[in-house]
């Protein structure tokens, strides 16, 4: 069994406040179960956040905060962002709660997702029993009972400030010109905080 991962004091910070936001999430058919999974929260929150890189971490960081001394909860809000894509019919009767998002960051955030899809499906091709029991990768799938891979990350991305985007997407950049996968990167953090030593491994045991 492997070592599991050291997990930065500013991951921990950030997945607490995300956390006790999460738990203030109100769902249209009420509380859902994963709003009383604390470990299973913090392992998949903590496995995608120790893979971005401290600017990333501390742009974000000083999102949450903002957003709370305004009285904003942003996990409420990527689930309403969400909704904009499965549910445009509701969206519209909420759209003017959240705040508006300038062509830049729109164009940014896409970016970001289309290189995330390509590695997601890479990952898929690898390990199909590892990946098999999750989303439907692309937004094709999207529809009032099923949310995409590809727009669950869109709404979380819609967020962030045009800072945390823009070093999102310079990060996403960089990785791709080193032949990284950070879907990749996230799998192996988690799968390494649930004890297995790596991605075969866990693999071979689904």
């Known amino acids: 069994m492997t070592e599991k991962p050291m997990i930065g004091s500013n991951v921990k910070a950030i997945v607490e406040m ?15 179960d994963c709003q009383d999974n604390r470990t299973t929260f913090f392992i998949m929150r903590s496995s ?9 971490l501390d742009s974000y960081y000083d999102d949450l905060l903002t957003a709370h001394r305004s009285g904003r909860n942003l996990l409420t809000e990527k689930y309403a962002y969400m909704m904009e894509r499965t ?25 970001i997702c289309k290189a995330h899809v390509i590695w997601q499906e890479e990952l898929a091709a690898q390990y199909p029993r ?14 009032k009972v099923c949310t995409s891979f590809e727009t669950y990350l869109w709404g ?28 990749r990167m996230i799998l192996e953090n988690t799968v390494s905080q649930y004890g297995y030593a790596s991605l075969e491994q866990a693999e071979s045991r689904q």
């Open 130 to 143: 590892l990946t098999g029991n999750g989303r439907p990768i692309r937004r094709s799938a999207d529809s």
């Open 87 to 111: 549910s445009p019919e509701e969206f519209a009767g909420i759209r003017d709660a959240l705040l508006p998002r300038s062509p830049q960051k729109d164009a940014d955030i896409e970016e």
């Open 48 to 56: 995608q956040l120790m893979a971005w890189s401290t600017e990333m």
């Open 156 to 183: 979380e991305l819609a967020t962030y400030s045009e800072k945390t985007i823009q070093l999102y997407a310079a990060y996403v950049r960089r990785l791709q010109r080193e032949g990284k996968n950070l879907c």
């Open 18 to 32: 995300e956390w006790k936001l999460f738990d203030q999430v109100q769902n249209i058919g009420g509380r859902a």
